[in-house]
């Protein structure tokens, strides 16, 4: 399910095509930071959904599965690398609460807004509602803040705070660390005109409470998020953004980490500004 605030839906492009892949994994011990491989965790998939609903595209619900279409353009199967590459220009000149803002106004200043609004669109400040509030008034385009607004705060109720382990006001209880990041991967420009774009962000995100004895640890999670952009006040701002799940790698044999490290490693490890 799709929400705008109102505009008319668009359809995300689907992903897929994965090899097969046959992978032994070792048996291991239930302790829920350093033991058995998790799946994705009920909270981990609500907030997918928040950081889905965050821009809109769903209420809490489980994001929309992509489809399996796995056909290529031509017979060339090797990755095309050219649309993340780095280009030696610098398409953000400044920040705007803290936001990166100014993004040149080119497919390249249009794809380095998609990543770095998906970093702040899922990051906690999001269950804040004055921080909430100032994100959206920097990335979405003036005319659909008011809706956006109202859409989130529906959808940051008390209920889903303590879902995800936090105090039904949204602060972190005592002893705890709250996690929600989302990293972008990689960017894929679908469209592009003078004053729109479309732009689909492949990320990874983390989500959960870090500390002893947490219901609720730090699992990880793979999304793609697409945003049409409209250039608008002299920057490039939302309109509409659609998530879907995946792709998602063979989950390696790392072991999780102890909950004071991912704790610690929360606290020290900022985040940074994406421009390609």
Known sequence: MNLDDGASGGGDEQYGGVGQTRTRLPERGG???????????????????????VLLIA????????????????GDNKPNTSATAASGSRPVKSKSADI???????QQGAASA???Y??????????????????????????????????????????????????????????????S??????????????????????????????GQNSTNPVTSSWFTITMQLQWTSGDWKIVQHSQTEGPSPVPGDD??????????????????TYAR
């Not at 959206?136 to 803040?145: D, E, F, M, Q």
């Open 31 to 53: 302790d829920v930071y350093g033991g058995a491989r998790r799946g994705r965790s009920s909270s981990r998939s609500l907030v997918t959904v928040v950081g889905v609903v």
């Open 59 to 74: 209420a809490i619900a489980f994001a929309n599965r992509g489809g399996g279409d796995s056909s290529s353009d031509s």
């Open 100 to 106: 990166p803002s100014d993004f040149a106004h080119d």
């Open 114 to 116: 998609a990543a770095n």
């Open 118 to 179: 998906a970093v702040v669109l899922g990051s906690a400040d999001m269950f804040d509602k004055r921080s909430r509030d100032g994100i959206l008034k920097t990335v979405i385009a003036p005319s659909r803040v008011a809706g956006f607004e109202v859409t989130l705060d529906k959808a940051y109720t008390p209920e889903f705070n303590q879902k995800v382990g936090l105090n039904e006001d949204g602060t972190t209880p005592q002893g705890y660390t709250f996690v």
């Open 181 to 210: 990041r989302t990293t972008p991967i990689g960017t894929k420009l679908t469209a592009f005109s003078a004053g729109k774009a479309t732009v689909a962000v492949w990320c990874s995100g983390l989500l959960g409470l870090a």
């Open 255 to 272: 072991r999780a980490s102890s909950a004071d490290d991912m704790a610690q490693a929360v606290e020290e490890y900022g985040g940074f």
